[in-house]
């Protein structure tokens, strides 16, 4: 029975998709609302059903397996469609379905008067349903199908309003970016297929564990990080994600910060002996995330588009989160996912509910003085800041984000160093944008009110946010570990904490940086215009990695491949034909009809003959 | 089984009588109803002929065979395997989507026009099927002549000059292959004493290895020119520029596979050892052929040039797959074909209605689609996704496989097709960027002032099935898979109803 | 008057043969080629009739007879084809612009 339930929380949405595409437009807008959010309502009940059957009654395998049908079998080679739920799953799935349906709750009020909304709420279940079959696919080219079906689902929404060029340009980027990532991951499955001659994820962690120590696993590993990498928005192949803020505000809360983002944590989470297996590999898992973290962050410092802000710090909060892999805290990984799914999501509903109030205008500068106007939209931006922020005791991100730091503590002091410079630049660019868009004096007037499909969502949300992190905590405070209690079966006991006065420094830096960003950004002494010398716009430009692809690569294989657009062995073909037409024209103006030259012609040729033919 | 030629007689005399029901007619769609008939009775046969023929019985499905030229050794000798039916089926599948969408609103003459797509219809069911490498030839060449015909009646602009070069690199290349079988039959004639032209019989002709190499390299280049390999892909791009559409739709979809199932058939199985000794070659043209078609997609304006040299790059997985040596590319390049033959006949079919409605191919002069043409850009759209190698598509499969194959022999091989998947995201996303999305073009509202008809029903019905078909192929290709593998040619049927 | 050998009849065919072919190449009339073929017909008649008188055999003689006739039957239709071309109206007999004949 709960078994069954597997396939049918991914079929609600994708069902849905159907019915929605199929339509194509031709139901009124309430009914498109009504199935998108309601075929994810169900699924999110079905899975809050299966959650609770699990977790009365574990199995002893602690993995509920469900096979679906066996996808491709061929000498050496076999596959299956082939769902599982362990905890780890069993958290991505609630994350996914729970948020997601806030978020199509939310979008049902933000999109409610677009004339595409068939299309909106088609391509956003479609979505869920990838996101479903990443999450559950006990095999990695199952997973694989549910890792490009999110890309081209981003793909979709980032171009949703295609009729400016700018997002479909974003769009197209976002996808090629994360392809590439994807085609190393491929390489990594055809790595692993070669030598395992499967793709079963538990098969191949057996192998892998038991098998001896080779070049196979540092490869697939090092393979396996491009394609999580991309996905999620780490260096080097982070440049897509800010330009992918062009979509709809609901589409960057559901795909670009709360779950497909995520996708690459999940992938290394999943397989995790294997990168344990390889030293290496970890180390370069948390440098990806350290690096990423703090350019990040600086780079969120200096923006001015609200959403771009999000989207820096969206790719920051993933960096702990890789981090946090990297150093082989990966309870702490997952727990920093699911609250960062919780603070980012509400985060961005909030800013979408600015930016729908204030005109579609992005820029923060634009904005100032709101808090007054909209005092619930600005509660709930608070308490998604406060949480991103990391104040202490009150919010979600101030557990996760200490878990993390304690892990990397362990790992290397100096990890620990620079994510706590990330935390203080976090509470300074997040309090920066509250501080500017919510206080000071008032640049826009805002206009129309927050309707109750979107301010329901916010306020779950909000709550989750603060109190989602009770759910697990330092022994210091309070000896609650439901987490890293239900995952344990997979990632083992977490490790110690540390020393106390790790907690204290944890707690101290985020109130610092809000202190900072008061005394810079408080609403008498205000500055009104972003920071213009060459650091902060070379941080505002994401640091100048755009350009750099952009002439090392993108134009040079653009210009070459114009210059060879009549394709240069046609024009090889080409010119052999011209030889032979030129060679037929001299040769046929000997046929010139006059009688005379062809006899000429006739007596010389004679002449030859004869005289070849008394040579010898 | 006397179905096998009727499967080629049908369409043949199916074309005559569509000619003949239109006959000094002017504007008769009789002849339509003919050929739609006449498909209808394919698909009806073909499903006869699978649901009768020997399953179980070995790798050879159906057999027929009867003198021809006694004299010569030369037999009308059928055999079809897994293979051939799987091939057999994305040609009646495709005769759909060719005639009831492309051909239905043909100008001049449409009994001619139907009577040369059905004689070409004929001549690739004769190519799958034939075992007798001279009827096999004749076929070959049937094939080409009615298409060669079509292009020069009902193409575009420049139509005469992609005919003569479609002409010249398909004929000219047959007859190097032509060539290869009279040295094939006169080697094993000096070899054994016996004249004949039977697959199965010269399949065991001892060969020298030079020259064992030297005839498979005939039939090489012929089926290479076909496929297309880099650097014989250069009369594609004309041709299906310069194509009808429905002319697009049948080379794109099947006539391009004869040159992979030749591969497959007359040079992978007929001279394994001389085809392992290539096999290194081949893998770097497939590789090749994929990275140059996809770098060249990318620079395209033509619509249509851009889908064809898509072709050529979707067609060099096929060439690593066959020539990975191993079963599991062979099936591999198997159902990429027939999900190329979809995915890319379809999009044919999209870039020949566009040109309908909008009289151009240049993308340049499109964009913004969407708003005008919902229904075809969303179809587009799919399309375009399929294409690029969307796992749940059939074409994932078929990439997968020969990829896996490939890295089994060679893993730089296989990571540069690889790169070849990202190459195909980019093109395709900038095709369908170009044309469907983005603003609307600003000379749109004066080159059609009549907004142009988005896809109605009809055209609906058939692409959605290719859909249905294209997914399908994608998350169950298992059948497919299973029949794919080819029957190897030392297994000799026992043909029935051999005449002494 | 003695017999003259082959040999000078053979340098008096190739003489003859040599002026009915410049007369082909140079001359522009149409009558004046018909009548140069003429000569190098009988030029080759003669090299024949030589090398039979030579031989003793009697095949030079009957092949004399055959490109008399042939000579013949080769004048009527030339002659014909210029009394058509004159019928056409065509008024000249200048052998250059016969290919701008057309249809």
Redesign the interface.
């Given at each position: 029975m709960d078994a069954l339930l597997l396939p049918l929380i991914v079929f609600c949405p994708l069902l849905a998709a159907g019915i929605l595409?199929v339509s194509?437009?031709r139901m009124p807008a309430r009914a498109s609302c009504m199935i998108g959010a309601g075929s994810v309502g169900l699924s999110a009940l079905l899975a809050g059903r299966l959650a609770a059957s699990f977790l009365a009654a574990p199995l002893p395998a602690g993995t509920l397996h469900m096979a679906l049908?066996?996808?491709?079998?061929?000498?050496?080679?076999s596959t299956r469609?082939a769902f599982a739920l362990d905890p780890l799953s069993l958290v991505m799935m609630l994350v996914v379905t729970g948020v997601g349906f806030l978020i199509l709750l939310y979008a049902c009020g933000y999109m409610h008067d677009d004339p595409d909304i068939a299309r909106f709420f088609g391509c956003m279940t479609l979505f869920v349903a990838a996101m479903l079959v990443l999450v559950f696919s006990s095999d990695l080219?199952s997973l694989?199908?549910g890792?490009?079906?999110v890309g081209?689902c981003s793909?979709l929404l980032i171009?949703f309003w295609?009729?400016?060029?700018a997002n479909?340009?974003a769009?197209?980027k976002a996808?090629?970016v994360t392809?590439?990532g994807?085609?190393a991951m491929?390489?990594g499955l055809?790595?692993l297929?070669?030598q395992a001659s499967t793709l079963d994820i538990a098969a191949l962690l057996h192998i892998v564990a038991t098998g001896p120590a080779q070049l196979l696993p540092a490869t697939a590993a090092f393979l396996l990080l491009g394609g999580a990498a991309a996905k999620s928005a780490q260096v080097p192949l982070q440049t897509w994600l800010p330009d992918a803020m062009a979509g709809p505000t609901p589409v960057s809360a559901l795909i670009h910060a709360a779950t497909m983002v995520t996708a690459g944590v999940y992938l290394i989470a999943r397989l995790h002996p294997l990168f344990m297996a390889v030293p290496v590999a970890m180390k370069a898992v948390a440098l990806v995330g350290l690096i990423t973290l703090l350019l990040a962050a600086g780079s969120a410092l200096v923006q001015t588009d609200i959403k771009r802000i999000l989207a820096y710090s969206t790719m920051s909060q993933i960096g702990y989160m890789f981090l946090a892999l990297g150093s082989g805290a990966w309870q702490a990984a997952i727990f920093h996912l699911v609250t960062h799914a919780f603070f980012k999501a509400l985060l961005f509903m909030a800013a979408g509910a600015v930016i729908l109030r204030v005109h579609h205008r992005q820029d923060i500068y634009q904005m100032g003085g709101l808090a007054p106007a909209m005092p619930v939209v600005f509660s709930a931006f608070l308490a998604g800041a406060a949480a991103l922020a990391g104040l202490p005791l009150l919010t979600a991100g101030f557990y996760s984000k200490e878990m993390i730091l304690q892990g990397a503590w362990h790992a290397n002091p100096l990890l620990w160093a620079g994510a706590l410079l990330g935390a203080f630049a976090t509470a300074i660019y997040i309090f920066r944008c509250v501080f500017i868009v919510f206080l000071g004096t008032r640049h826009t007037e805002p206009t129309g009110r927050t309707g109750a499909t979107m301010a329901i969502p916010l306020a779950c949300l909000a709550i989750l946010a603060l109190a989602g992190g009770w759910m697990e905590m330092p022994d210091t405070i309070a000896p609650v570990h439901l987490l890293s209690h239900l995952l344990s079966p997979l990632f083992g006991t977490a490790t110690a904490e540390g020393p106390s006065w790790l907690l204290w420094a944890g707690s101290l830096v985020p109130l610092a940086g809000v202190g900072v960003a008061w005394l810079l950004w408080r609403p008498r002494t205000q500055a009104r215009t972003a920071p213009e010398d060459a650091i902060a716009r070379l941080a505002r430009t994401g640091w100048g990695f755009d350009t750099l692809y952009d002439t090392l690569l993108v134009r040079p294989?653009?210009t070459l491949?114009?210059l060879?657009?009549s394709?240069l062995?046609?024009r090889?073909?080409d010119a052999t034909a011209a030889t032979t037409r030129a060679g037929s024209r001299m040769l046929s103006r000997m046929q010139?009809?006059?009688?005379?030259r062809y006899?000429?012609w006739i007596?010389a040729g004679t002449v030859v003959a004869l005289c070849l033919g008394i040579r010898p | 089984m006397i179905a096998l030629p009727a499967l080629i007689l049908l369409p043949a005399t199916g074309g005559l009588t569509a000619w003949l029901s239109d006959r000094g007619r002017q504007a008769s769609s009789l002849s339509w109803w003919v050929a739609i008939t006449t498909i209808l009775l394919q698909a009806l046969l073909l499903l006869f002929i699978t649901c009768t023929a020997e399953w179980g019985h070995g790798p050879w499905l159906a057999h027929f065979s009867t003198p021809w030229i006694p004299a010569l050794g030369i037999a009308a000798r059928m055999d079809m395997d897994g293979l051939s039916l799987v091939m057999l089926w994305l040609t009646t599948l495709l005769s759909f989507p060719c005639v009831i969408l492309s051909a239905r609103d043909v100008g001049e003459q449409p009994g001619l026009f139907h009577l040369l797509l059905l004689a070409t219809i004929a001549g690739i069911n004769g190519v799958f099927l034939a075992t007798d490498l001279f009827l096999f030839f004749f076929f070959w060449e049937l094939m080409l002549v009615p298409m060669y015909v079509l292009i020069l009646q009902w193409g575009h602009e420049d139509r005469r000059r992609a005919a003569i070069k479609f002409f010249l690199f398909t004929q000219g290349s047959g007859l190097l292959m032509l060539v290869a079988i009279l040295g094939l039959v006169i080697l094993h004639q000096h070899a054994t004493g016996i004249v004949t032209f039977d697959y199965f019989v010269l399949a065991d002709t001892p060969l020298m290895p030079t020259t064992a190499m030297v005839l498979m390299l005939g039939f090489f280049v012929a089926f290479a020119v076909k496929l297309p390999v880099v650097p014989l892909h250069v009369w594609l791009p004309d041709t299906h520029t310069q194509a009808p559409t429905a002319g697009s739709v049948l080379l794109a979809g099947i006539l391009l596979k004869t040159g992979g199932y030749g591969l497959i058939r007359f040079v992978a199985l007929l001279f394994p050892e001389a085809a392992a000794r290539f096999a290194p070659v081949a893998l770097a043209l497939g590789v090749a052929g994929i990275l140059y078609g996809a770098w060249l997609s990318l620079a395209q304006d033509d619509m249509k040039r851009l889908i064809a040299y898509s072709s050529v790059s979707h067609l060099g997985f096929v060439l690593l797959g066959i020539f990975s040596g191993s079963p599991m590319g062979m099936r591999g390049a198997v159902v990429q074909m027939v999900a190329h033959g979809l995915s890319t006949g379809a999009l044919f079919v999209i870039a020949g209605s566009l040109q309908d409605r909008l009289h151009t191919r240049d993308m340049r002069r499109m964009g913004g689609l969407w708003q005008a043409l919902p229904h075809l850009s969303s179809v587009g759209l799919f399309f375009a996704i399929a294409s690029l190698g969307l796992p749940g598509m059939g074409n994932f499969v078929g990439e997968f496989l020969t990829l896996l194959a490939t890295w089994r022999v060679s893993p730089p091989m296989a990571i540069l097709g690889t790169a070849g998947l990202v190459l195909s995201a980019v093109y395709s996303l900038t095709m369908v960027g170009r044309a469907f999305l983005g603003p609307p073009h600003a000379g749109q509202g004066t080159i059609h002032t009549p907004p142009p008809a988005d896809f109605g029903p009809r055209q609906m019905t058939v692409l959605s099935l290719t859909m249905a078909l294209l997914l399908l192929l994608g998350t169950y290709p298992q059948p497919v898979l299973d029949l794919s593998l080819p029957a190897p040619a030392h297994a000799t049927p026992q043909p029935e109803g051999l005449h002494p | 008057m003695s017999t003259p050998s082959p040999t000078e009849a053979l340098l008096l065919a190739s003489i003859l043969f040599a002026t009915g072919l410049l007369g082909v190449l140079a001359r522009r009339n149409l009558l004046l080629m018909l009548m140069s073929i003429e000569i190098m017909l009988n030029a080759a008649a003669l090299a024949f009739i030589a090398a039979g008188a030579r031989w003793h055999a009697a095949q030079g003689q009957v092949m004399f007879l055959m490109i008399l006739s042939l000579a013949a039957a080769e004048a009527a239709v030339g002659l014909a084809i210029i009394l058509r071309l004159h019928a056409a109206g065509r008024p000249t007999l200048d052998a250059d612009t016969g290919n701008r004949l057309k249809g």
């Open positions: 595409f194509a437009g049908w066996s996808w491709m079998r061929v000498e050496g080679f469609i080219l694989y199908i890792w490009e079906g081209i793909y171009g295609h009729t400016d060029t479909v340009v769009a197209r996808f090629i392809r590439i994807d085609a491929l390489c055809l790595l297929a070669t294989f653009i491949g114009r060879n657009q394709d062995c046609d090889l073909s010139s009809g006059q009688v005379r006899a000429g007596a | - | -």
